[in-house]
């Protein structure tokens, strides 16, 4: 596609739910990093794939925290028993990857949580 | 531990200053320094920078690196209301694939 994009834009969820983010990165774009921003606050990082693998997941707090990306594409981050302090912005970037001069991240709009 | 630091965390200035924004950064093989401006949900790519001492220019927006001292900085002149912003340095580890570790930015906001 033309940019990264991510859906759904918002979502309100109760607390102790089940939520699934999707996060389509740039076509080609290797790598694709998944952040979470708290207002007022930098993208904090949370994993980072390679490919499928999973490069990075040193920034996942916890495991109610886990993401996918089974065909190097469509990324899903995947939260267990939502709780408030999970309310958040999400934000998926892509880029071209290794050996890539032009590695800038390209971001998505983002995924406004609310957990309640 | 790869760590990028941004000061200052806020700036209140008015329409027609100028501002520089710093950005110094911990990372083992570095590859580049990224700028972003953001304001409201996804940052937008400003600069990368890969090499010392040369300025990349956008405008009124420049910014320059230094790897010898680990920093770079990023300047705004002749500043507008416009450019209220959350700006975003991030740098990239190549021998962790080209991970990117981000700043917590600096808050700049524009009085008319």
């Known amino acids: 596609g033309a940019g990264v994009s991510q859906t759904p834009s918002n979502k309100v969820t109760e607390k102790g739910k089940y939520v699934e983010l999707r996060c389509d990165p740039i076509?080609?774009?290797?790598?694709l990093y998944w952040y979470r921003q708290s207002l007022g606050q930098g993208p904090e990082f949370l994993i980072y794939f390679q490919g499928t693998g999973a490069a990075d997941d040193s920034g996942l707090p916890n495991d109610r925290f886990f993401a996918v990306r089974p065909e190097g594409s469509v990324s899903t981050l995947k939260i267990q028993r939502t709780e408030r302090g999970d309310s958040a912005v999400y934000l998926c970037a892509s880029s071209v990857g290794t050996g890539g001069i032009l590695n800038e991240a390209f971001f998505g709009q983002g995924t406004r949580l609310t957990v309640v | 531990e790869d760590k990028v630091v941004q000061s200052p965390l806020s700036l209140v200035v008015h329409e027609g200053d100028t501002v520089t924004l710093n950005c110094s950064y911990e990372v083992t093989n570095f590859r580049s320094l990224l700028w972003y401006k953001q304001e409201k949900k996804a940052p937008t790519f400003l600069f990368m920078l890969t090499s010392s001492g040369i300025e990349k220019k956008s405008g009124r927006l420049s910014s320059i690196l230094d790897k010898k001292e680990l920093f770079s900085i990023l300047n705004i002149t002749a500043t507008q209301t416009g450019d209220s912003a959350v700006y975003l340095c991030?740098?990239?580890?190549?021998?962790?694939?080209?991970?990117?570790?981000f700043g917590k930015g600096t808050r700049l906001h524009i009085l008319p």
């Open positions: 991030a740098a990239v580890n190549m021998n962790r694939d080209d991970k990117i570790i």
């Open positions: 076509s080609g774009h290797t790598a």
